[in-house]
Structure formats: C-alpha cells, structure tokens
C-alpha cells in the first residue's frame, strides 16, 4: 500500500547542482524521521542526510556537509536533498527513505520504507 517515487536526478558537471525529492502515498509520514542514502556498485550503502520526524534536526555525512541541505515538507508527504557544488565523487544511486519513528539515524535498518533509487551522475 505504501508507495515511495522518487525524482530530480540526472547527469551533471562538476561543481552544477540537483535537487532529489521523494513522495510517499499510503500513509503520513507527518512525525516520521527521513533519510537520504547512496550506494555505488561494489560497494556498502552509504548514509548522507537525515532529519527528524519534527524537523528540528539534521545531519549529515561528513563527505557532504556544507554542500548537501535534506528539508522536509510534511503536507506532501515529501523529503527532499538539495544539493550543491557537485564532485565526481557524489556520483551514485540515492535512495530517500521513510522511519516509523520520530528519531532521526544514519542506520539504514531503522528505516522502514524506501524509494526505487535514482541515479545522480557527476562528470569532471
């Protein structure tokens, strides 16, 4: 029943910005924490941003800080990641991904319900 789409990506150059957001149908995620992830072939699913389910607080991987902003916007449903001042590096298959509790956290296993993925491809 639930349902998770996400949008926004693509291929960029370096130092361009994207914006990746997510929508989830079949229940409220109003009091929810929510989280961004990425995984390059090979390799462990890495955590990016999370917010909690008030929206009060953030964090972020060390490797995107400054350049990476995740917001929330409880009457639709969304969470959505800004992203600035691209490298090569970011280049990856982000998942956004949806708690059932309130608390945010950079394990994935805490969360509950993810989007399909979608790629973010940065050129140099």
């Known amino acids: 029943q639930v349902q998770v789409v996400e949008s926004g990506g693509g291929l960029v150059q370096a130092g361009d910005s994207l914006r990746l957001s997510c929508v989830a149908s079949?229940?409220?995620?109003?009091?929810?924490?929510m989280g961004w992830f990425r995984q390059v072939p090979g390799k462990e699913r890495e955590f990016v941003a999370a917010?909690?389910?008030?929206?009060?607080?953030?964090s972020y991987s060390p490797s995107v800080k400054g350049r990476f902003t995740i917001s929330r916007d409880n009457a639709k449903n969304m969470v959505s990641l800004q992203m600035n001042s691209l490298k090569p590096e970011d280049t990856a298959v982000y998942y956004c991904?949806?708690?059932?509790?309130?608390?945010?956290?950079?394990?994935?296993?805490?969360?509950?319900?993810w989007g399909q993925g979608i790629q973010v491809t940065v050129s140099s």
């Open positions: 991904a949806f708690s059932t509790s309130e608390i945010s956290t950079n394990w994935d296993f805490a969360y509950d319900y």
């Open positions: 079949g229940r409220a995620f109003t009091t929810s924490a």
């Open positions: 917010i909690s389910g008030s929206g009060g607080t953030t």
